[in-house]
């Protein structure tokens, strides 16, 4: 009897533990426990499609009909990056593995290629910076010339996606390219050995006469921070009256490199605090002893392209007084994003955690119904709008409004605040 | 022995606990995935660290393992999981990247089920999204391969209803929309000219100062756009909202203001003479009287229409028969245009058709004409899609467009 009892103890218990093991996702996801579905174990009857059926089932349907003819793989791909995008935020994106090779060079910062920036042209492709020290520059690569020929194969109209394409390779492979020199009359044949370059993102020189040190960091990758260093330690032991750092177009990137690079000016001080689902506030801290022997002024650059990573670089540093913001205000973004790897080598970027600075502050942005800006991002302390009617060249102390705002604003000079857009010009690297 | 007994009870306890936990939780997944894969095929996407080499994991079980991933570590509960599916039905229509293939919100499907059953609003009009179709080629390969700035779609008027607003205000079929209320509606070409003008500086066909007009007119462009959603919205959504239009009509640009009001269309009309105006609206074929003596329809200003209307009208319009076969661009089994009831054999019918007779009107008037059954007067548009409608289940849709109408004759010629 007393074993009868125990059994129908067990068999109660049992079932429980089920109906836990059966709901214990939707626990996880913080939902409600999915009843109906185990209403449908007993009474199949009561059973609706799932999520899963209904996009298998329109899937085999689209496939199978549509005219166009487009790959499995690629409906597939698109139908993922369109369930990442009915999450409605914007920073939670799936990447297909032809866009992810993209993304993962801008967080590791380094690449298989010959080490140029190539922009657009008609003839092919026109270089547009050559990295130091790259296997570019030691074949004789010079800034404005145009490759027409890469490996016997023509150039000539097509996308600087497509040449880079071609120029990129294994390591230690060899790619020979033609270019055409403005003051040379024949194209010139190069031959260059393919290596691992790594990307400048933190690049640093002296503006004279006023003798203020510039760090243009265009993002925050792995070796951001070693290049940061470097820069600032050449600017210290030369006495910079001054430094201001370009964060303009920055798009962020790493947090750790981004506090990392906070530690030369805060010591053991609160970065930012983030914030999961149904989680307890997590606090990042800056670095000890890595603080650098700076007493001059520093005035940070940012425009509405300066996002993440760059945003808690410049608002921790204004919140601390250790900076002046000059420029346009930032993007806005205040979340953090896991990237995972998949097998098949996509990327699944999700927004896993909101982040506030020091004054507890968020600067999300947000927009209006037509999906224009509306408000969010770091507000510069010195508004500089630069002027479409003139001509802009960045980082150029007289062509460049906002970097000579800075300027005056180190020597002790005010100016008078103007209007007006930068151009963004769009490059690849190769 | 109750020693061992008793031992016993919590170990069975904890093993059946276990296997209860994994069991519910597996019968779960394998709910969720439903008939979707196979249980025997098991991949983990995301527990996998990248391995660089080509996987193919279907697309079921693919989906629902970046549904579990969303729902484990999106920073906001994701209490919706329908919503994840629907907008993964909206990716692979996008995907496509055809213009007759569109996902529509559940708000735009209202619209577009009206309009479907001749309930227009807004300026009263069809216009279809051109684009450069090289660069939509490029696209569906690889997205990569396209230039962004010329995927940017172009407006096209291709119907303006009798007696409607936009027909008071001039427009045309044919018409390039390039601007509403002051906003530029910027296309594929505005972006080329600019381009062809960049080439022809560097072959030296053209001054830098001519570059520079032509760069400065776009930058004035370019100042204030609209998106193409939007003014498709303002064109065929509202009643009494002003609408200051500027379009193109080879080469020329043209000016008008129009008020926008609602339009109730009949499928089937009289026209003067005795023309019977046809709109292949949803339910026309239920409209149409049997037709029996010679007569003339006008199958003009009628849209894309409905698809699946052809079928019916054509038992009422002429005998059972087999009209062609719907082709698809990418091949494969052509769906046949087949008709199992029939209509008598009435006299020749004439057709009214020009540049706005398009889609299932088209595939109506084409298969028509190729039994010899009707004339033509006038030519069409050379569109005649079969284009389907889906209906998803929080009211949100898209339009598939399945193939191109190929008549029986035309086949057998080649």
Redesign the interface.
């Known amino acids: 009897m007393k074993f009868l009892l125990?059994l129908v103890a067990?068999f109660l218990?049992?079932?429980v533990?089920?109906?836990?093991?059966?709901?214990?996702?939707d626990v996880?996801?913080?939902?409600?426990p999915?009843v109906q579905?185990l209403r449908?174990?007993v009474d199949p009857s009561s059973?609706t499609?799932?999520?899963?059926?209904?996009?298998?089932q329109?899937?085999d349907?689209?496939l199978a009909?549509?005219?166009?003819?487009?790959g499995?793989?690629?409906?597939?791909?698109?139908?993922?990056?369109?369930?990442?995008?009915?999450?409605g935020?914007p920073h939670?994106n799936?990447l297909e593995p032809?866009?992810s090779d993209t993304f993962r060079l801008e967080t590791n910062g380094n690449f298989v290629g010959i080490g140029a920036r190539l922009g657009t042209d008609?003839?092919g492709a026109k270089v547009a910076v050559v990295f130091k020290g790259a296997p570019a520059e030691k074949a004789g690569v010079k800034v404005g010339d145009t490759i027409i020929e890469v490996d016997g194969k023509s150039a000539a109209g097509m996308?600087t996606?497509?040449i880079v394409k071609m120029i990129r390779g294994p390591e230690g492979s060899m790619v020979h390219i033609k270019v055409l020199r403005s003051n040379e009359a024949a194209p010139i044949g190069l031959t260059i050995r393919r290596a691992v370059v790594i990307v400048p993102s933190a690049e640093g020189r002296m503006l004279e006469p006023d003798h203020v040190g510039l760090i243009t960091i265009a993002s925050f990758a792995q070796p951001t921070v070693e290049q940061f260093d470097q820069a600032l330690d050449q600017l210290i032991a030369q006495k910079a009256d001054g430094f201001i750092f370009d964060l303009r177009g920055n798009p962020g990137g790493l947090l750790d490199s981004a506090v990392e690079m906070i530690g030369r000016f805060v010591e053991n001080k609160q970065a930012v605090r983030t914030k999961?689902?149904g989680g307890t506030p997590e606090t990042i801290y800056t670095p000890f002893n890595k603080v650098k022997p700076i007493k001059t002024p520093v005035v940070i650059l940012i425009n509405s392209d300066s996002a993440s990573a760059a945003e808690i670089f410049s608002g921790v540093l204004q919140e601390y007084h250790k900076a002046v913001l000059v420029g346009e205000h930032s993007y806005g973004k205040s979340?953090v994003q896991?990237v995972?790897?998949?097998?098949?080598?996509s990327i699944?970027k999700?927004?896993?955690?909101?982040y506030y600075l020091p004054s507890g502050r968020d600067i999300g942005r947000k927009l209006d119904e037509?999906g224009e800006y509306q408000s969010g991002g770091l507000k510069p302390d010195y508004e500089v709008v630069p002027s479409?009617e003139e001509e802009t060249v960045p980082g150029d102390p007289i062509k460049d409004k906002q970097l000579r705002k800075a300027i005056e604003i180190l020597k002790g000079k005010a100016g008078v605040q103007v209007q007006a857009r930068r151009k963004s010009q769009e490059t690849r690297l190769a | 022995m109750s020693e061992l007994k008793r031992s016993l009870?919590p170990v069975?306890?904890v093993v059946?606990?276990i296997?209860?936990?994994?069991?519910?939780?597996e019968?779960?997944t394998r709910?969720?995935?439903?008939?979707?894969?196979p249980p025997s095929q098991s991949?983990?996407?995301?527990g996998?660290?990248?391995?660089?080499q080509?996987?193919?994991?279907p697309?079921?079980e693919?989906?629902?393992q970046?549904?579990?991933?969303?729902?484990?570590?999106?920073?906001?509960?994701?209490?919706d999981?329908?919503?994840?599916?629907?907008?993964?039905?909206?990716?692979?229509?996008?995907?496509?990247?055809?213009p007759y293939?569109l996902f529509y919100s559940p708000e735009d499907m209202v619209v577009f089920q009206a309009r479907q059953k001749g309930e227009f609003a807004g300026a009263g009009i069809e216009a279809t999204l051109a684009f450069d179709e090289k660069e939509l080629v490029k696209v569906?390969r690889?997205?990569?391969?396209a230039?962004p700035l010329m995927l940017f779609p172009e407006i096209r008027v291709t119907m303006v209803l009798p007696g409607s607003p936009a027909e008071g205000a001039g427009l045309k079929v044919g018409d390039r929309l390039t601007g509403i209320n002051g906003k530029a509606l910027v296309g594929f070409s505005d972006i080329r000219k600019v381009r062809d003008a960049?080439?022809a500086v560097?072959k030296k066909t053209m001054t830098p100062q001519e570059f520079g007009k032509v760069r400065a007119e776009f930058?004035k462009k370019v100042k204030s756009v609209m998106g193409a959603a939007?003014a498709m919205e303002l064109l065929n959504t509202g009643e009494g909202r002003i609408l200051n239009l500027e379009w193109s009509r080879g080469g020329a640009v043209m000016q008008g203001t129009l008020t926008t009001r609602s339009m109730k269309v009949p499928a089937v009309q009289t026209g003067p003479g005795g023309v019977t105006v046809l709109k292949v609206f949803k339910g026309v074929s239920g409209e149409l009287p049997p037709v029996t003596e010679a007569t003339v329809i006008d199958l003009r200003q009628s849209g894309m229409g409905d698809a699946s209307e052809v079928v019916p009208l054509l038992e009422r319009l002429a005998p059972a028969a087999n009209f062609g076969n719907i082709v698809?661009?990418?091949?494969g089994a052509p769906q046949p245009l087949v008709t199992t009831k029939g209509g008598q054999r009435a006299a020749p019918i004439k057709l009214l058709v020009d540049e706005s007779t398009r889609g299932a009107a088209e595939i109506l008037a084409l298969a028509l004409k190729s039994k010899g059954w009707a004339t033509y007067e006038g030519s069409t548009a050379g569109v005649p899609?079969w284009v389907?409608t889906?209906q998803?289940?929080d009211g949100s849709g898209y339009t598939?467009?399945?193939?191109?109408f190929v008549p029986e004759a035309v086949e057998a010629r080649k």
Request: aromatic letters at 10%; hydrophobic letters at 40%; one cysteine or more.
């Open positions: 125990r067990l218990f049992v079932g533990v089920f109906a836990v093991g059966f709901v214990s996702r996880w996801a913080s939902r409600p999915a579905g449908s174990l059973r499609q799932s999520p899963t059926e209904l996009f298998q329109q899937y349907k689209i009909n549509a005219s166009v003819s487009v499995r793989q690629k409906v597939k791909y698109a139908a993922m990056s369109g369930m990442f995008g009915a999450v935020d939670t799936f032809a866009d008609p003839a996308d996606d497509d999961r689902r979340s896991n995972k790897n998949l097998v098949d080598s699944a999700i927004t896993i955690a909101k037509d479409y | 009870w069975v306890t059946c606990a296997g209860a936990f994994v069991g519910g939780n019968v779960r709910q969720d995935l439903g008939t979707a894969v991949f983990d996407v995301a996998i660290e990248l391995t660089g080509t996987v193919d994991i697309e079921g693919y989906f629902y970046l549904t579990q991933l969303l729902e484990r570590e999106y920073v906001e509960p994701i209490t999981e329908r919503k994840l599916a629907i907008g993964a039905v909206k990716g692979m229509i996008s995907g496509l990247w055809d293939s569906r690889n997205a990569h391969a230039d960049q080439l560097v930058q939007r698809k661009d990418k091949g899609l389907t889906t998803l289940e598939l467009n399945t193939g191109k």
